[in-house]
């Protein structure tokens, strides 16, 4: 297990590292599309539309960046691979395929029905 959590750690670590990387990009990408909008109207449409898709981007790395923050901050508490929810041990397959996995499989499951 241990193992298994050191190489997660990395691989979680490396991960925040690319998605932060991608935030900051997009953040600047976005602060200079709002500053200078073109005035052709059909190009205006477009751009806006460009921005969207990188907020609704940003909205799902900031999300994934959060998950793997907590899982990080699991393993440092030592409750790395213990299901938040019903407190049985997570599979280390699971581990292996999901690293920033914090519920067991069929919470996981519960929770997207519940969704
Ligand atoms: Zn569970």
Redesign the pocket.
């Known amino acids: 297990m241990s193992e298994l959590q050191a190489e997660n750690r990395k691989i979680l670590e490396a991960k925040l590292a690319k998605l932060r990387g991608r935030m900051n990009k997009i953040t600047d990408d976005l602060r200079q599309e709002k500053g200078a909008l073109s005035p052709d109207f059909a190009e205006q449409a477009v751009e806006l539309e460009n921005s969207e898709v990188l907020e609704h981007l940003d909205g799902s790395g900031r999300r994934e960046a959060d998950e793997i923050v907590a899982a990080l901050n699991r393993m440092d508490e030592g409750e790395y691979g213990i ?6 041990g ?1 599979k280390e397959g699971r581990l292996k395929a999901v690293p920033a996995a914090s ?2 499989i ?3 499951n519960e929770a997207e029905k519940a969704a």
């Open positions: 299901c938040v929810e019903c407190g049985d997570i519920m067991c069929s919470c996981a």
